[in-house]
Nanobody, 124 residues
Framework: QVQLVESGGGLVEAGDSLRLSCAVS????????WGWFRQAPGKERELVAA????????YYADSMKGRFTISRDIAQNTVSLQMNNLKPEDAAVYYC?????????????????WGQGTQVTVSS
């Protein structure tokens, strides 16, 4: 089992920055890819960014490129999401997730473990 706990959400204004963190515990070595997802009311959950735990290879959804940065600290077993120039449409519940398998195409990764989520609200 892998446990994930998100933190860092909150209310910000458009143009502000926010950093989300996710503490990963349990069977760390069974989680090969860490990802951040988000889900806004009435919308499907979408992959925001992903990072391969060992290599650091990353993936970003197109609308997040240049504004969001995913990073990991292997020693601390944390994965973070730095979000800059936030827009009202970025408001959502953000989830951290872990997957046991890696694919060259990181959008194909199937995630096995999920955190409870942290709310991000962006006022215009």
């Amino acid at each position: 089992q892998v446990q994930l706990v998100e933190s860092g959400g909150g209310l910000v204004e458009a143009g502000d920055s926010l950093r989300l963190s996710c503490a990963v515990s349990g069977r760390i070595f069974s989680s090969k890819v860490w990802g951040w997802f988000r889900q806004a009311p009435g919308k499907e959950r979408e992959l925001v960014a992903a990072i391969v735990r060992n290599s650091g290879r990353t993936y970003y959804a197109d609308s997040m490129k240049g504004r969001f940065t995913i990073s990991r600290d292997i020693a601390q077993n944390t994965v973070s999401l730095q979000m800059n120039n936030l827009k009202p449409e970025d408001a959502a519940v953000y989830y951290c997730a872990a997957a046991g398998s890696v694919y060259m195409d990181l959008t194909r990764v199937q995630y096995d473990y999920w955190g409870q989520g942290t709310q991000v609200t962006v006022s215009s």
